[in-house]
């Protein structure tokens, strides 16, 4: 009988300190360095305020995510980020295959590009007509550039 309980002793040991491990590398992977999107409102429903893009210490790159509302027939689209002073700071296509599933789309954009201020990403169907345009408010706030 002793022998059951030092295996039960011992397999609960184990599994405690397998546990402790995995929360270890879990919480690691949401320390800085992690990917951090951010989901991004279009005019028409966003608060009085641009959605606040806060870039975690030592990020390179600023993930952008929104959801899109284009009729297949707009695909591919013309995406442009445009600064506070009316430049255009990013552009891409946005092909129907790179759009996810719900209708969301996500983009990488390098952080050099986006110094901390105010932009607007505008997203054009390729039809081009003023209805097929939308525009993504935003502010990129965070730590001095690396």
Same mark, same amino acid.
């Given at each position: 009988?002793?022998?059951?309980?030092?295996?039960?002793?011992?397999?609960?040991?184990?599994?405690?300190?397998?546990?402790?491990?995995?929360?270890?590398?879990?919480?690691?992977?949401?320390? !800085?360095?992690?990917?951090?999107?951010?989901?991004?409102?279009?005019?028409?429903?966003?608060?009085?305020?641009?959605?606040?893009?806060?870039?975690?210490?030592?990020?390179?790159?600023?993930?952008?995510?929104?959801?899109?509302?284009?009729?297949?027939?707009?695909? !591919?689209?013309?995406?442009?980020?445009?600064?506070?002073?009316?430049?255009?700071?990013?552009?891409?296509?946005? !092909?129907?295959?790179?759009?996810?599933?719900?209708?969301?789309?996500?983009?990488?954009?390098?952080?050099?590009?986006?110094?901390?201020?105010?932009?607007?990403?505008?997203?054009?169907?390729?039809?081009?007509?003023?209805?097929?345009r939308v525009e993504y408010p935003f502010r990129v706030i965070g730590p001095p550039l690396p």
């Open positions: 009988m002793r022998k059951w309980r030092w295996l039960a002793a011992a397999a609960l040991f184990a599994l405690a300190a397998t546990l402790t491990v995995w929360i270890r590398q879990s919480t690691a992977e949401m320390r !800085p360095g992690a990917i951090h999107f951010t989901l991004l409102e279009e005019t028409a429903r966003a608060a009085s305020a641009p959605t606040e893009v806060a870039v975690p210490h030592g990020s390179t790159d600023v993930f952008l995510l929104f959801q899109l509302d284009f009729a297949a027939d707009a695909f !591919p689209l013309s995406l442009e980020i445009v600064g506070q002073d009316g430049r255009t700071r990013y552009t891409r296509e946005v !092909p129907t295959e790179d759009v996810n599933e719900g209708d969301y789309y996500f983009i990488r954009v390098p952080r050099r590009l986006l110094p901390d201020g105010d932009y607007r990403v505008r997203l054009t169907g390729s039809r081009g007509d003023p209805g097929s």
